[in-house]
């Protein structure tokens, strides 16, 4: 454990506090970062097996076929999520304590040129997966809407897996603050309460800032 706290300490830095609702305005560019430690290569394990697909049936199984749609996001549809008519992509999971019961997994949605994705925590715990689910998701917007490099995808990686597992040990508490993983594209993770909106609890988010050419 004091190995994934020092990793995480030496990546994270905080910045200015930020909204943490879905309806959060970009960040100021004034923020700045140091330059991510280095990473020797480590091949990324690649899995048939959807982000958003708990039952191991489903996996087994072709994707429906997704309604032609003109959003950026689509091809979250091929990892199992649907899209509302607000045009955010979402994820449900049926809560295997509760016959009946199911809650909002995930949500990815673009807001004022920045893309927001986030994870839910159920009563503020993650359920069964999730934490890795997570991170998969994550690194999927970030390797189709930030430039960057190989090298630096995997330091992003690192970070968000020590941000998401310190959140699972109840090492960091619900707050304002978001943290800076990128600066060329303002990338941000936070951990925050919901404050507004149907969706009540807490959540992990990342917040990607997209040039106008990406939307």
């Known amino acids: 454990m004091n190995i994934i706290v020092r990793l995480f300490r030496a990546f994270i830095l905080p910045v200015s506090t930020l909204a943490t609702t879905f309806s959060m305005a970009a960040i100021p560019s004034t923020v700045s970062l140091a330059n991510a430690q280095q990473t020797p290569a480590i091949p990324q394990q690649r899995t048939t097996q959807r982000i958003c697909s708990l039952d191991p049936v489903e996996d087994l199984l072709p994707p429906p076929p997704s309604k032609s749609s003109n959003s950026s996001l689509s091809y979250l549809a091929e990892q199992g999520f649907t899209q509302n008519q607000d045009g955010s992509w979402v994820c449900y999971a049926n809560d295997p304590k509760k016959e009946g019961r199911y809650f909002t997994l995930f949500k990815v949605q673009e807001i004022n040129g920045r893309l927001i994705g986030s994870s839910f925590l159920d009563e503020g715990s993650l359920i069964e997966g999730q934490d890795n689910r997570s991170l998969d998701l994550f690194m999927v917007l970030i390797e189709r809407h ?58 992990i988010t990342v917040n990607i800032y997209l040039p106008k050419s990406k939307t």
């Open 146 to 203: 930030m430039n960057a490099s190989q090298e630096n995808r995997q330091g992003i990686r690192r970070y968000l897996q020590a941000f998401i597992s310190l959140v699972e040990q109840g090492k960091i508490k619900p707050t304002r603050r978001g943290f800076l993983f990128d600066q060329p594209n303002r990338g941000l993770v936070l951990y925050h309460t919901l404050s507004s909106g149907s969706l009540k609890g807490t959540a």
